[in-house]
């Protein structure tokens, strides 16, 4: 078994997540960090260099995780690969329950789990799915329409699987992985499966990607772009992704909108809301608007809004 480990601004923690991985009640696997041309490299391998010996340590330029992840995956020695970014935790028992799960659950060829929230957020305690609950078996539609909802350091797959739908895409700054999980379902037909347990922490912190929903959006919208353009989509399958595409995109002119109105930018938050309720048709958004209009300062003191 291979753990694939990118590394980027995540100094402070990775020494954490490694104990993590060497803590795991199975022990036959390798792991593999990859320095994504990280700007606190001498803090990050001041922090590896007791673990030198016990893991392999690669560097390259800044390309981003999907690219980090896929150089991890080319030389990874194991039939079987587990992701874990450098700030995030495993439980002790996360390996043995994730590879009994996939090996004999129902046939399985790409596993994932819970984790807890902990660092700095308001969502410290929550769990991931408990705010993205995943209903029923992960499919191509219930992974696009956000029925389901795989969360990346705790997924385990069949490594031949991935290098055969070929790999991470790294033209995707963000939710590489996401588009990674649509086409193992769609295209390599992958049977994905959730097991209902908490076996990790997902570590939130000012600066990280977890933590800004907006970052999130606009990397989903970025992968349900590419996929609108694929000439091999059936009518039905066009139809789910134009429409979700529609709802997130008018969710980020929402954050947009919100953000513009804590900064004074009344104007433009205006225009970023006008935007969201053409779709969304809420009357929040429209009292909000209505404020904008008449009394925007009394409006952004008053709102109830919050910059995310």
């Not at 320095?35 to 330029?61: A, V």
């Not at 029923?136 to 290098?163: H, K, N, P, W, Y």
Request: contains cysteine; hydrophobic residues 40%; positive net charge.
């Amino acid at each position: 078994m291979s753990i694939i480990i990118p590394a980027y601004k995540v100094a402070p923690f990775i020494g954490e997540t490694l104990e993590s991985v060497f803590e795991q009640d199975l022990k036959d696997f390798e792991v593999i960090v990859i320095n994504d041309g990280s700007p606190d490299t001498h803090d990050l391998e001041m922090s590896l260099e007791r673990y030198k010996n016990r893991i392999t340590y690669l560097k390259q330029t800044n390309q981003g995780a999907g690219s980090a992840r896929n150089t991890g995956l080319r030389v990874a020695h194991g039939s079987y690969v587990a992701f874990l970014d450098g700030d995030d935790i495993w439980f002790p028992t996360f390996l043995s329950e994730q590879i009994r799960f996939l090996k004999f659950g129902d046939g399985f060829d790409l596993v994932y789990a819970d984790l807890e929230h902990f660092g700095e957020s308001s969502f410290v305690g929550t769990t991931y799915m408990g705010l993205n609950p995943s209903k029923g078996e992960a499919t191509f539609e219930t992974l696009i329409t956000s029925q389901c909802s795989v969360l990346t350091s705790t997924v385990l797959a069949r490594r031949d699987l991935i290098l055969n739908v070929g790999l991470f895409d790294e033209n995707i700054p963000n939710s590489q992985d996401f588009d990674l999980w649509v086409r193992l379902a769609r295209d390599a037909r992958a049977k994905i499966g959730y097991q209902h347990k908490v076996l990790g922490r997902r570590r939130l912190y000012k600066g990280s990607l977890a933590s800004d929903p907006l970052k999130s959006l606009t990397g989903e919208i970025t992968v349900l772009e590419k996929l609108s353009k694929r000439t091999d989509l059936s009518r039905s399958e066009k139809i789910i992704i134009d429409n979700v595409l529609t709802m997130r995109e008018a969710a980020a002119h929402r954050i947009v909108g919100k953000r513009r109105l804590q900064v004074g930018d009344y104007a433009a938050a205006y225009n970023s809301f006008e935007s969201a309720n053409r779709v969304l048709n809420s009357w929040k958004l429209r009292v909000v608007m209505w404020g904008l209009r008449l009394a925007p300062n009394f409006t952004r003191r008053a709102s109830r809004f919050r910059p995310n």
